[in-house]
């Protein structure tokens, strides 16, 4: 006897989905809860579930709005026989409030969860005081870029936040398209609106600074040397401290645009890139009243929504996949669609969710993905670097987002599948818990437990970690900063060794 069972979850306390993770996993939970079931009513001893499979995984703590699981019965012909699906007030009953069926189908004999599924839409929530500039003592190397919106369109012409590609409309489909605000806008014209703080002077800066970078060759004959030299990029006084006079085109750094590994010799933070070993930062805690209470600038909103149309189409992400090699080709994957709806207001703190739909996508992969969307605009990095972040010479660490925003939103199975009615079916009773269970206890455990704060704390502690490609250029280099031996696992010999 084949089943499909159609559920839902927050993964909060949970140790994942998959069953191989253990008892506390949601997969074992749900599985034994049909076992009681179909046990009770089976004639034979012992009933056995192979060929188990899901519409997709999810990692601790990460939920799951509208999740498949297919497995096949086996048991002798006998006990077959007088067997029926468990019913889903049955499996409800037996499980606990996170968890909760909808449905429980008898499929066609070829489908499979996983493999029978054609493309995935995993949801992300983020509070939008993440995007709150750091503090000064984080160190980061913050500067003012006046790089347009025309200027983005040249470099990533298929980079249109406003296009959908994926040929089925929104993917928010009960919510509002903003209408599109200015393209002449530059992030680095209002940097002001986002109330950065200038940088550290040098003698109170907490690191000891790197050496900078000599210029690159500028004669190289690549696509973003010949865009830096055209562009003419300005710095901004008030941001850098240095003369208000611009820098001339005939002067600009190419390394500031090209990916390392492209003379990566004369693009590295240090010539002999020699390791320095910090202790973490002292950082005061910021007031949770004044993190509550922050509210977006619409230029933060511009450059999510850029962000993540550079994010669509077809990359290399090897940075994005935990031990991911750049010569693997499993690595390359696409993103049909990626969208971000406007701010919403939850228990009074500000939201924005991202959706994102793909054939599939790597385990931590989307966690990453909006990893580096945050810290590249509250540091206000180029949007270089996240095109660097896809070059197979480009290797760098990327934390992963917290994991209780994550939601596997929905499956996509062909019309006509059993599973795919089922969908449509109980649409009203999978929003309900959606929004009840999984939606609204985000927004509440963030307003108590500040998760995002803590995380973001966290790396500002060791930014050190992170400059080499969270800097004003835009680039990355080779990464000479790290943990002092007695904050670290890996001893300074052993970086000294490896490298």
Avoid at 36 to 42: E, F, K
Avoid at 270 to 289: A, E, T, W
Avoid at 399 to 425: I, K, M, R, W
Wanted: overall charge negative; aromatic content about 8%.
């Amino acid at each position: 006897m084949k089943l499909a069972i159609l559920f839902a979850y927050n993964g909060t306390g949970f140790a994942g989905l998959e069953r191989a993770k253990g008892d506390k996993a949601v997969e074992s939970i749900l599985l034994a809860a049909v076992a009681a079931v179909l046990g009770a009513a089976a004639t034979a001893p012992k009933l056995a579930m192979l060929n188990i499979s899901r519409a997709a995984t999810t990692e601790d703590a990460e939920h799951g709005a509208r999740q498949v699981v297919s497995l096949e019965v086996s048991a002798d012909a006998a006990a077959l026989a007088g067997l029926r699906p468990p019913t889903p007030e049955q499996l409800n009953a037996l499980l606990p409030e996170a968890i909760k069926v909808f449905s429980v189908l008898c499929p066609e004999d070829s489908f499979s969860a996983r493999r029978s599924c054609e493309t995935r839409t995993y949801e992300y929530l983020i509070p939008t005081y993440a995007f709150m500039p750091p503090q000064p003592e984080a160190g980061y190397d913050i500067a003012a870029e006046s790089l347009s919106k025309e200027d983005l369109d040249n470099m990533y012409p298929d980079a249109d936040p406003q296009v959908d590609r994926s040929g089925e409309g929104s993917l928010f489909t009960t919510l509002r398209r903003l209408g599109s605000r200015s393209r002449s806008r530059s992030r680095g014209r209002d940097i002001n609106r986002l109330s950065i703080p200038p940088p550290l002077p040098a003698d109170q800066s907490p690191l000891t600074p790197l050496t900078s970078s000599p210029t690159a060759d500028r004669h190289r004959q690549t696509f973003f040397s010949n865009i830096a030299l055209s562009l003419g990029r300005r710095t901004s006084a008030k941001t850098r401290g240095t003369s208000d006079q611009p820098i001339a085109s005939d002067t600009v750094s190419t390394a500031s645009l090209l990916p390392m590994g492209v003379g990566s010799a004369e693009s590295s933070a240090d010539d002999d890139g020699v390791p320095q070993f910090f202790d973490p930062i002292n950082l005061p805690h910021r007031g949770v009243d004044m993190l509550r209470a922050y509210r977006m600038t619409e230029e933060q909103l511009d450059m999510v929504r850029n962000i993540i149309a550079i994010y669509r189409g077809t990359h290399n992400w090897h940075n994005y996949v935990p031990g991911g090699d750049p010569d693997d080709q499993r690595c390359y994957m696409r993103i049909i669609n990626i969208e971000s709806g406007p701010p919403e207001l939850h228990n009074g703190m500000e939201w924005i969710r991202i959706k994102v739909q793909a054939k599939a996508l790597a385990r931590f992969q989307l966690r990453r993905m909006i990893g580096l969307l945050i810290l590249v605009i509250r540091t206000n990095t180029p949007r270089s670097v996240i095109a660097n972040s896809f070059g197979a010479s480009c290797k760098f660490e990327i934390p992963d987002a917290p994991a209780s925003s994550l939601v596997f939103h929905q499956p996509q199975y062909a019309p006509g599948l059993a599973v795919t009615v089922a969908l449509e079916s109980e649409r009203a009773h999978i929003e309900a818990f959606r929004k009840s269970m999984i939606h609204e206890r985000v927004y509440q455990d963030e307003r108590v437990e500040m998760v995002f704060e803590e995380w973001l704390r966290g790396i500002d502690q060791v930014s050190f970690l992170y400059k080499h490609f969270l800097n004003s250029r835009g680039i990355v280099t080779q990464q000479t900063s790290f943990l002092r031996d007695s904050h670290s696992t890996l001893s300074e010999e052993a970086i000294y060794n490896v490298r």
